[in-house]
RNA sequence: GCGGGCGUAGCUCAACGGAUUAGAGCAUUUGACUACGGAUCAAAAGGUUGGGGGUUCGAAUCCCUCCGCCCGCACCA
């Protein structure tokens, strides 16, 4: 169905057009009425005219009696009301309608998402909590616009620490190591294997022949390793699973799955004449970056050990989404700072001809997490707060919440919900603040129940779902749609625009404007329940206003899911 | 030094080049309670949008410059 403000662009286009083709109207919501056509100033200014009369002329063409009456406004805005009976139709076809409005795409384009990428036999950590969830976020907005979605966890599965963890698991025995791992103990096998490596000289010689063993592909090693990988894999997925995230094990596809395709990364770049050799390393040195004394910038692709860097991984990888996965926009989830790094992964690809103009390639950078001190979560020094051990606290506070507010639940369903709210608390917070800024983490603000959080939101929609649960008969919304309050229409108007909020959302890449839409709605609505009683109104107002209720509640509840938030009935 | 990001109310954040009042939330103050779920609503107060230039009919938004904070800058990913 088409949106009422795809129908407004679509008529005032047709009316610029006479005055000049392409012009854009510039059109948009406005508080001063329903929407706002801005483009008359400017298409005014190059004809030469005065605005007024250019507005003046728009009014007398613009076909939209059907839609919408018009007026010009200060040095020329069109000020655009819509007509109660168009927005009565509207919310009929928004009733029949579980998208709410949103077109589904018809050209389904393959959206390859790298996002999460934990390490293999270390913790999750905070780190990753933003690559996580807003990675999973945009995967839900793109499937629901119709596009495959083709999601990539690029673990840390390979590197020279893997020596070590695998001898380390040979000392406890494999049956205690993988017991330890499974507890989710990862930080502990890391550091163990860590300091024996730092500070015993065999066990050192050990893990150093065990990497040679491993990346030469011995048998046994490989099953060590494979143990390994298993094992953290089997452990995110525990994870994933208490927040919500759709990442399955089929989708960790980590960097050594990349392996055997390195040495014609390598080869290919050399045949191409971009390989140079510089202080022993193969580098491509791709134009417009450089160091700190202004040379030359390199993308090591091969270290002066013979190894390959992580750039060969980053490059097979693109290659391989584009020719294999047949990738029409690949996404790399990933924090700023690694922003550099993938520019030039980017730059190479597209110079080696692997990376095609039509294939949009796009670094999804968020900022980094701080507390509430302003200061960075450590990420490397292992003074995170375990991502397990976060989200089992907020679920224990949300609980407690619940408990406090008496809610009308039984144990098992509070316990259920504290879940849900908790999962919603921590991914609403991160969602909905802009991706580049730097994060600050704050579980209390997070999860508090009144003001701009995940939890307020599901309350905005429970607390409408109830009014249903008090109905003694079914309800029917009138032919005609009345429309009188000022609340009504301010809430009903921001439910006709939620397929905007989606689509810029995704067009930006940007799930905080998914976000703050939401919010707006819910305080739309409680204004709107505030000044008009539902249930103790006379017909046919009161199927009005059920009507505003149903689709208030039904927005929220697809607009959160796709952040990945979940709505529940009651709370 | 070079490159990138950020700088908006006490705090956390919005704002798609648009209209006299730059918006929310939290906190503060004042109203509304036997309330269709008060986990709420209404209102007040709080800002020379880091400073200074410029482009424009119109700038938080675009350009330049300066200041401050953060990140990256050769073989860890």
Known sequence: MATPYDILCARFQDAFDLLEKGADPVVRTSDRSDYQVNGVMSVAKRLGRPPREVAEEILRSVNIADVATVDVAGPGFLNVTLTTEFLSAQVHQLLADPRMG????????????????????????????????????????????????????????????????????????????????????????????????????????????????LQGGDEETRRLWQLLVDQSVEYFSQVYGTLDVLLTADEAVGESYYNDMLHAVVEDLDTAGLLVESNGAQCVFPPGFVNREGEPFPLIVKKSDEGFGYAATDLAAVRDRVAHVHADEILYVVGAPQSQHLEMVYATARLAGWLPATVRCEHVAFGNVLGTDRKMFKTRSGDTVKLSDLVSEAVDRADAQLVERATPLDEAERRALAVTIARAAIKYADLSTERQRDYVFDLDRMLAFEGDTGPYLCYAHARIRSIFRRLDAPWTAPETLAVTDAAARHLLLGIVNFPEAVSESLALLAPHRLCTYLFDLAQRFTSFYESCPVLSAEEPLRSERLALCELTARTLAVGLHLLGIDAPERM
């Open 102 to 213: 949103a077109r589904r795409s018809t050209t389904a384009r393959r959206v390859v998402i790298d996002y999460s990428a934990p390490n293999v036999a270390k913790e999750m950590h905070v780190g990753h909590l933003r690559s996580t969830v807003i990675g999973d976020a945009l995967r839900r907005m793109y499937e629901f616009h119709g596009d495959v979605v083709i999601a990539r966890n690029h673990i840390g599965d390979w590197g020279t620490p893997f020596g070590m963890l695998i001898e380390h698991l040979c000392d406890l025995g494999e049956e205690s190591a993988l017991a330890s791992l499974s507890m989710g103990d990862l930080n502990s096998f890391y550091r163990e294997a860590r300091i024996k490596f730092d500070g015993d000289d065999a066990f050192k010689d050990r893990s150093r022949t065990r990497v040679v063993a």
